[in-house]
């Protein structure tokens, strides 16, 4: 039996008969009259059904509603304060992997961030007000505190994470608890490697991280646990570690790398046709350090409290090590010099010998003569 509920039709006549639509297959030749109950006549109408679509998607796909879903569910939306170099090394991988991206900064960087795939919001406030899960501070470390305290902490949601990605651990930590309320969530990150030495793969490098503090929540839990997967799924060598015992091996490390490419740099290496492997190493360092700026390497010596000991310690090497050859060469040239003038002495003393000699024996008694002495041996 076929029923109309939705509305109410006359169907005395052709013109009036329904078309019924069906998801399998749609039918436009009209029905005739209603009729109570199926009779034969309607047998021959069956055979004009014509097929307009098969298996149509439907304008809510319940398939494409779970991985709509699920893409949601391990998906995050990250705010990048800093949009410069590094900033923007960040954002190619967190796109790539389905994240969410906005970004802020100084300079007007909205052609770059479409390029991207980001939003970019020349307006700190604007975008707080898209309540980022996520907030990745990029910027320089001299300027880390002026951006933190613009930023308009009432517009974002209460348990908000905030992550540094900075070379040194100790500062930014102290800062974040700070300046940020209890409710805030805080992770300290360091990325050990940049667009220059990571413009291929992050397999295999260093992710230093520290979860300073993280609300006992199950889903600020997962949160942090999402961002870090980032870089896990990129292959990074994931490190935990405690800020304070980072920057010990930062300023033994990192400062130290970047303090001799810089002298190097100023030193002037130049290629030539002769490279070894040892020399091209050297000259991989100055292309990799010369290409952060200086504030960098300023901040990893002016905010890491090992910083200057490992300087001294640099500076006492390098003062032992000429110590060493210039003392190796003064004992060359004290050999030179000490056995030039002993032969010298010789000679005098051998040339003096024999003018004395004859004198000393006039002296004492004559010499016999010649003749003498040969009839005395006779």
Request: aromatic share 10%.
């Amino acid at each position: 039996m076929l029923s109309f509920p939705s509305r109410q039709l006359s169907l005395a006549s052709p013109q009036c008969a329904p078309v019924i639509y069906s998801s399998s297959l749609a039918v436009s030749q009209p029905l005739g009259p209603y009729r109570p109950t199926i009779s034969p006549l309607c047998k021959p109408r069956l055979r004009c059904l014509t097929i307009r679509s098969i298996d149509a998607a439907q304008p809510y796909d319940y398939e494409s509603h779970l991985q709509s879903k699920f893409h949601r569910s391990n998906s995050l939306k990250i705010a990048i304060l800093g949009f410069g170099n590094f900033g923007q090394f960040l954002a190619k991988a967190f796109v790539r992997q389905g994240h969410t991206v906005i970004a802020h900064s100084r300079s007007d960087y909205g052609a770059v961030a479409k390029r991207l795939g980001v939003t970019f919001y020349s307006d700190l406030h604007d975008l707080c007000e898209q309540h980022p899960e996520v907030v990745v501070l990029s910027t320089s470390i001299l300027s880390m505190e002026k951006v933190l305290r613009s930023i308009p902490l009432q517009r974002l949601k209460r348990s908000t994470l905030f992550v540094d990605v900075l070379s040194v651990k100790e500062f930014p930590r102290t800062l974040f608890m700070k300046v940020l309320p209890d409710e805030f969530d805080i992770l300290c990150t360091h990325p050990m490697f940049g667009p220059e030495s990571g413009k291929n793969s992050w397999a295999g490098l260093a992710f230093v991280y520290d979860k300073v503090r993280i609300g006992e929540d199950e889903l600020r839990i997962n949160r942090c646990e999402k961002f870090l997967d980032i870089f896990a799924r990129e292959g990074c060598r994931m490190v935990k570690m405690p800020c304070s015992e980072h920057d010990k091996y930062a300023a033994g490390s990192q400062f130290i790398t970047h303090t001799m490419g810089r002298m190097l740099e100023k030193f002037g290496l130049e290629y030539t046709p002769i490279n070894t492997k040892g020399y091209e190493t050297l000259l991989d360092l100055v292309k990799n350090t010369s290409g952060d700026s200086f504030d960098l390497y300023y901040g990893l010596f002016l905010y890491n409290k090992n910083a200057l000991e490992q300087l001294q310690r640099l500076d006492m090497a390098f003062e032992s090590l000429k110590m060493e050859l210039f003392g190796n060469l003064q004992q060359i040239y004290r050999k030179q010099l000490f056995s030039d003038a002993e032969e010298e002495t010789v000679q005098v003393r051998w040339s003096e010998s024999r003018s004395v000699a004859p004198k000393l024996l006039h002296e004492g008694a004559p010499p016999a003569a010649p003749e003498a002495a040969s009839e005395t041996v006779a």
